[in-house]
């Protein structure tokens, strides 16, 4: 068997480990060389490379994956992102500084493009490490680089690390709108021991800018200062929704709150769209019941406890609904649909031809639109080598609008390549400008909520191309809106799109990914 040379020093240094403690020399087993050889074959499925990560979390040490992080080197001259963004989530899975350490010189070096600024972001969230949070702290907020500040608050918040609560404090003065509101929410989150904290954040409350000032309030709500409970409540009860869905959250963290609770359960019995779910999450872990989004088995509950009922409609759960099986409560959605060339081929059983993949397409966004109600706003969005919407707005959705609507999907025809880029930017309502620039001056609250995104393969033209520069984008794009971005892979075989694109894109923004295969 012959193996790329570039791949040599890999398999002494796994053999290595292999033998670590032991004090003899070993080998890899036939059958792991086996794998990795064939993970990192060129002409296989790129899919398969990342396999060959997992091979090496399985068999090496944390000293040994710092050298083995040199085929880094290789891949970035290749601009394997694929296996790029996995050996950041390995390196980060250790949990340690010489790890971190190789995370952010890797992300300097490519002078911060926002796709490893984003893989770093995801690697390093999960790590607990004292000294690698220290490395976060000292090197990533210290950077003159607003997006790579602003995603290693995110990795702060995530661990709520309390020393880093200064310079977050710090960073409420920046002149981006973004780090301000991305220090904000962090700040709520590891600050709770930092006696400055409070007044920091009311101070940000007045910021002219949305984003950070409504930021302020989430922090509030994260530090669970009871002084700013008017303010906290406000927002939930009628501020925009976005902001409404990132407090939401923050109130799960006050467990056993009885206003907290009552605040909550009053909003998921009359509420609908896209904050019920956040509604519904938020009360389990405040109050350890499990009702999902049943508003009225939430409000029979806190009934039970003695507590006074509302007197109007209650929301139930027949409110959900399902694109291609995947429930969702959004009352303004954009479907997102995949007109190409390749459309027209078959499934994968091949029994009726006739059955094409664009004939399945058709029929679950035909159901889809069936389902609507009046108080549901919606668009449609068809993407080949151009994008094509199907209004200008989102509507609502009305008898004869979703009748002129299935008639619209009834009527579509399949030509041209796959636009992406261009797809995501009309879908989402210009949270993106051309240019791949982040709209940042105002929350997109005419447009969608959730979007839903169905394709059969790659990305082959438009504005970007490159599927972890798209993700990027949106992912970026989305911070501070929580906009849910569902995608669907419809193919015979997922070797026909990237799917770790697709996956991360909905795992990112508050959404899911699901492969339809007939």
């Not at 309030?217 to 700013?228: D, E, I, K, T």
């Given at each position: ?125 999960p790590c607990r490490s004292g000294q690698v949070l220290k490395l976060v702290a000292d090197q990533g907020l210290a950077s003159q680089d607003a997006r790579l500040v602003e995603s290693m608050c995110d990795v702060l918040a995530a661990a709520g690390h309390a020393p880093a609560a200064p310079a977050l404090a710090k960073l409420l003065k920046r002149p981006e709108a973004r780090v301000r509101a991305a220090a904000a929410e962090a700040l709520g989150r590891c600050g709770k021991d930092f006696p400055a904290a409070a007044a920091a954040l009311e101070r940000l409350r007045k910021d002219p800018d ?309």
């Open positions: 068997m012959h193996f790329p040379k570039r791949l040599l020093p890999v398999f002494a240094l796994l053999a290595a480990v292999s033998a670590s403690g032991s004090g003899e020399k070993a080998e890899l087993p036939a059958d792991v060389l086996k794998r990795f050889h064939a993970a990192f074959d060129r002409e296989q499925w790129d899919l398969k490379r990342r396999e060959a990560v997992d091979i090496l979390k399985g068999h090496s040490e944390p000293v040994i994956i710092a050298e083995v992080s040199g085929l880094i080197d290789d891949l970035l001259k290749r601009s394997d992102d694929l296996v790029i963004q996995r050996f950041f989530e390995l390196l980060g899975s250790h949990d340690t500084p010489e790890c971190a350490a190789r995370i952010l010189e890797i992300v300097q070096r490519k002078r911060t493009a926002p796709k490893y600024v984003l893989f770093a972001r995801e690697a390093l969230k949305p984003f950070a000032a409504d930021s302020a309030v989430v922090g509030l709500a994260w530090l669970r200062h009871q002084p700013s409970w008017d303010a906290i409540r406000g927002i939930v009860e009628k501020g925009p929704w976005p902001a409404r869905c990132r407090v939401i959250r923050a109130l799960g963290a006050w467990e056993g709150d009885e206003k907290v609770m009552a605040l909550l359960v009053e909003g998921i019995a009359k509420d609908a769209g896209r904050a019920v779910p956040e509604l519904a999450a938020a009360l389990e872990r405040v109050s350890g019941q499990k009702f999902g989004t049943d508003g009225r088995k939430w409000q029979d509950w806190w009934k039970g406890r003695g507590n006074p009922a509302w007197v109007e409609e209650v929301r139930t759960q027949e409110g959900a609904r399902d694109y291609h099986d995947v429930v969702y409560h959004s009352q303004r959605v954009v479907f997102v649909l995949d007109v190409s060339s390749s459309m027209e081929f078959a499934t994968a059983s091949g029994k009726d031809q006739k059955r094409t993949k664009f004939v399945i397409a058709k029929e679950g966004l035909c159901k889809a639109l069936a389902e609507l109600d009046e108080k549901t706003r919606f668009n449609i969005i068809t993407f080949a080598s151009y994008v094509n919407p199907w209004k200008k707005t989102l509507v609502d959705g009305t008898e004869p609008a979703r009748k002129e609507a299935g008639d619209f999907v009834r009527k579509l025809g399949v030509q041209g390549n796959t636009n992406i880029f261009d797809a995501l930017v009309a879908g989402t309502g210009a949270l993106i400008q051309t240019g791949r620039k982040v709209k940042l001056n105002a929350y997109e609250l005419a447009g969608p909520d959730t979007v839903f995104l169905l394709t059969d393969g790659r990305p082959t033209t438009g504005g970007v191309l490159d599927p972890y520069e798209i993700l990027a984008t949106v992912t970026f794009a989305n911070r501070f809106h929580a906009m849910q971005i569902y995608t669907f892979a419809l193919c015979t075989d997922e070797k026909e799109i990237d799917p770790v694109f697709l996956r991360l894109l909905a795992e990112w923004n508050n959404g899911v990914y699901k492969f339809i295969a007939d």
